[in-house]
């Protein structure tokens, strides 16, 4: 069924689980996620991101999304994540999709605070909610140093959720987008001082790569929603290299793929504790 983060973050918040959101560009992953879903009954965020688009462009992808979350049996959110561009963000509400993350970070405060407000009242006209973000989730390629400067602060996260109405904040703890080249070094004391100054749902993106302790950490201190997408592709990407090393033909292998696509969301859903809390 068609659901919004509202009918699924708070009450992995209280009952201290994440649900995952697993980004897709095309329909091999979407059948993945969803018989994942289905098969350990967990609520769970699909979708893609603006990023992504030229490997899965909106309108392709996005009636086949619609179409499986209305179908399926279990709460699925149909979410555009890291929006970047305004008219993007609008195109993915008028093709059904139930939620936007409006990503604003890389403009100065203001401008951020605007431009989600704006989308917040578009949004929620369409009975869609809205993730904001406040503080900088870094490259995980990236060789630059400490960067704690541009994490989330308390004060940062109420002023933010206050002055724009977003339904679930993400926020900038220590993690980074892509595959780790070290390990990365999460600031749990500052995740729970943000959780205790607010209500709102608290999102954790770059999660791939994440230690299974980090994950448990980050629940149990109040993330109720984690993003993965690269360890799917990497799961995806092992498929196809064992079945091309053993000259399986290109439907099988697309199987193949779709089932160890499959199994890597069910360890991640297993592991963020939203089996059977569908």
Do not use: W
């Not at 030229?54 to 979410?79: N, T």
């Not at 995740?191 to 993106?205: F, K």
């Not at 090393?245 to 890597?264: D, F, M």
């Amino acid at each position: 069924m068609l659901v919004t983060l509202n009918d699924v973050l708070p009450k992995a918040r209280d009952g201290h689980y994440a649900v995952g959101l697993f980004n897709t560009t095309d329909t091999d992953m979407l059948q993945a996620v969803i018989e994942a879903a289905e098969e350990t009954r967990s609520p769970v965020i699909i979708g893609t991101a603006e990023v992504l688009l030229p490997y899965g462009e909106l309108q392709l992808i996005a009636p086949a999304i619609l179409a499986r979350a209305k179908a399926a049996s279990v709460p699925v959110v149909m979410h555009y994540d890291h929006g970047l561009t305004f008219d993007r963000c609008i195109e993915a509400l008028k093709l059904g999709f139930s939620s936007i993350m409006f990503d604003g970070s890389i403009h100065e405060y203001s401008e951020n605070i605007a431009q989600t407000r704006e989308i917040v009242k578009i949004a929620h006209s369409f009975g869609a909610s809205v993730e904001g973000e406040i503080g900088h989730v870094g490259n995980a390629d990236s060789d630059d140093g400490d960067d704690s400067a541009l994490y989330t602060t308390p004060k940062q996260a109420l002023d933010y959720i206050a002055d724009t109405g977003v339904d679930a904040l993400a926020i900038a703890i220590g993690t980074a987008h892509g595959a780790y080249k070290k390990k990365p070094k999460l600031d749990f004391v500052r995740l729970q001082e943000i959780r205790q100054a607010t209500e709102t749902p608290l999102v954790l993106h770059g999660g791939s790569g994440l230690t299974d302790l980090d994950f448990k950490t980050a629940i149990k201190d109040g993330i109720a929603k984690m993003n993965i997408f690269t360890d799917l592709c990497l799961a995806g990407e092992r498929a196809m290299k064992k079945c091309s090393e053993e000259g399986i033909g290109y439907l099988a292998a697309r199987n193949c793929k779709v089932e160890e696509i499959k199994k890597e969301v069910i360890k991640k859903m297993t592991l963020f504790g939203s089996v059977g809390k569908a």
